[in-house]
């Protein structure tokens, strides 16, 4: 069965250090998303992403963040400089007609 | 903006017993999803509920959907301790999620 992959599954970083998480999303799949999660609290969108360009942001998602689709199979979420509030589970998620599937995260810590 | 609240946020059940996390949301929907979520895991897809009286069983879970009312059930029956997790759900709208705070589920002998 077909599934999103995420890569790495975990990663412990010093504040202030650029992130790269990586997700490849179901093949056919046209929609892919990015949320995350911090330890005991809710799941929270971060970013929409449709035909190479971002549909919708939160709030959270401000200049230290970005995302592309480098490859046509990747897609990837940066962190431009890490704080110790982005550690968190983030989740990528794709879809082709509105059912999202999600990866198993990746685990991010800031230290 | 778009609220979705679910009580209870904490469920203690005994082992046989009956139970239901209401899911209440703010505006209209594309679709409402139930997930289950163990210790530091992903997010487990169990239900998506699309139209107004949807109702999906699966075991012991069963989740309906009342779009009038903006009111998502999840039913638990004679709950067993492989039960224990957290639910989530998760109200769709032009494919983004938002999700409710999710119940915490402890299920004991």
């Known amino acids: 069965e077909p599934e999103v992959t995420q890569t790495p599954s975990h990663q412990v970083t010093q504040m202030g250090q650029e992130v790269i998480l990586r997700c490849v999303p179901i093949?056919?799949?046209?929609?892919f998303y990015w949320y995350r999660q911090i330890l005991g609290q809710k799941v929270e969108f971060l970013v929409s992403?449709?035909?190479?360009?971002?549909?919708?942001k939160s709030e959270i998602f401000d200049d230290q963040f970005s995302v592309e689709r480098p490859d046509g199979s990747n897609f990837t979420l940066k962190i431009r400089s890490t704080k110790l509030e982005d550690s968190a589970m983030y989740f990528c998620?794709?879809?082709?007609?509105?059912?999202?599937?999600f990866g198993e995260g990746s685990r991010l810590t800031v230290l | 903006e778009l609220k979705v609240e679910q009580n209870p946020l904490f469920l203690s059940m005994q082992e046989g017993k009956n139970y239901t996390i209401y899911c209440n949301y703010s505006?209209?929907?594309?679709?409402l999803y139930w997930y289950r979520q163990d210790p530091g895991k992903s997010l487990e897809s169990l239900f998506v509920?699309?139209?107004?009286?949807a109702v999906k069983q699966e075991g012991r879970l069963m989740a309906s959907l009342d779009t009038k009312a903006r009111l998502s059930t999840l039913h638990i029956t004679a709950a067993v301790h492989d039960l224990s997790a957290t639910y989530f759900c998760?109200?769709?709208?032009?494919?983004?999620?938002?999700f409710g705070q999710g119940t915490i589920l402890t299920v004991h002998p």
């Open positions: 998620a794709s879809s082709v007609s509105g059912e999202l599937f």
């Open positions: 992403f449709y035909n190479n360009e971002i549909s919708e």
């Open positions: 093949s056919n799949h046209l929609y």
């Open positions: 505006t209209t929907s594309d679709r």
């Open positions: 509920l699309l139209s107004n009286g």
């Open positions: 998760a109200v769709a709208v032009y494919g983004k999620l938002t």
